[in-house]
């Protein structure tokens, strides 16, 4: 039986581009320690932060809210997570029960918003009425709902799921589409801009898609193992993934190195065009009129909905006692 290369106990994991064999509980240590690499040598989140962790029931965020929940107390920073109910069906009801279990297991505080109730649609209407595909919907209305929480509930930062492997097939697939505009987003973080928009951490920027998924299983955490029935199988992202899977078992630790190459070069990528402004309904992030979240909540609800989405955050951060005063409440 192979043994953990650290203590000698039967070893679970073996890394192969480390070659190293390690146990149940050097194997939560290693992912741990490459989040918390992450987040010091990237300057992600710092001692007294407040940061904002979006969940979605799935392995990836369980593995976030864990280590986040573990570094939190180490290096002294605050977590409070947020999963939207986007009304899929029997998928968001579920979904919905894994992060409640998680966070009430890690003893995070959690923001359910949901979609139907606040706005009174949920992703497939909002699909419907606005002639676009789900997904591309789900991924706005997402986006708007995660930044209009972390900017009411004045966090320093929001932090999201995306893996290597999640980043890896970008960078290819944009790569090969040449657009390189996607690619100057794939950094490790956005900064913040004041009143507007809050700035995006990704603390599993180095940790591979399997090193999640192992995670949440030995450290026993709840997570929902299916995925949203509206997901859009793109053939190229399912082939690069193949390709990049294939590459690096001939060559163990490509995917790593190529996240670590893509984190110091991204800023020399063109950033989109188009001015960074304010949209006139809800005065959040725009590139110009209107923000995507208001003119598809006014095509499909008859009235831009950015203004709702603020005001119930507002209002669910004075009840839980977070807004400005959380620093001290949490601490
Ligand atoms: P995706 O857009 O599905 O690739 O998800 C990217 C990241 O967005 C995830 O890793 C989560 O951090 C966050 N996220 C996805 N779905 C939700 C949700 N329903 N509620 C809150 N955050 C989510
Ligand atoms: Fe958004 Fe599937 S999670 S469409
Ligand atoms: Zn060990
Ligand atoms: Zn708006």
Not at 57 to 70: F, Q
Request: charge should be positive.
């Amino acid at each position: 039986m192979a043994r953990c290369s650290v203590c000698g106990a039967p070893a679970v994991a073996y890394i192969r581009y480390q070659r190293r064999y390690l146990c149940r509980d050097h194997y939560l240590e290693f992912v741990e320690s490459k989040v918390e690499r992450a987040i010091m040598r990237h300057r992600l989140v710092g001692k007294g932060d407040r940061v904002l962790a979006a969940v979605s029931g799935g392995k990836d965020s369980s593995t976030l809210l864990a280590v986040l929940s573990r570094l939190s107390r180490r290096i002294g920073f605050h977590v409070v997570a947020l999963y939207i109910h986007l009304g899929i069906y029997e998928y968001s009801e579920k979904s919905r029960e894994a992060s409640i279990r998680l966070a009430s297991q890690l003893d995070v505080p959690l923001i359910v918003f949901d979609l139907n109730e606040v706005l009174g649609a949920g992703i497939p209407e909002l699909a419907k009425a606005s002639k676009r595909p789900p997904c591309s919907v789900c991924g706005m209305v997402k986006r708007y709902v995660i930044n209009a929480a972390a900017v009411e509930l004045g966090v320093d930062a929001v932090a999201l799921g995306h893996n290597a492997d999640d980043i890896a097939v970008y960078n290819l697939k944009s790569f090969l589409n040449q657009d390189l505009e996607a690619i100057s987003k794939l950094g490790v973080k956005t900064e913040s801009i004041p009143g507007v928009a809050v700035g995006r951490v990704r603390p599993l920027y180095y940790v591979y898609e399997k090193e999640s998924f192992l995670y949440s299983l030995l450290a026993g955490l709840p997570f929902l193992h299916e995925e949203c029935p509206f997901v859009e199988r793109r053939q190229m992202e399912v082939e690069l993934k193949e390709t990049v899977n294939q590459l690096e078992d001939k060559r163990p630790g490509l995917k790593l190195q190529m996240v670590s190459k893509l984190a110091k070069r991204v800023e020399d990528y063109p950033k989109p065009k188009g001015s960074i402004g304010r949209c006139p309904s809800c005065g959040l992030l725009s590139s110009g009129g209107e923000c995507s979240f208001c003119r598809v909540t006014r095509r499909a609800l008859g009235r831009p909905m950015g203004p709702v989405v603020r005001e119930w955050f507002r209002r669910r951060a004075q009840e839980l006692g977070l807004g400005a005063s959380w620093r001290s409440s949490l601490s």
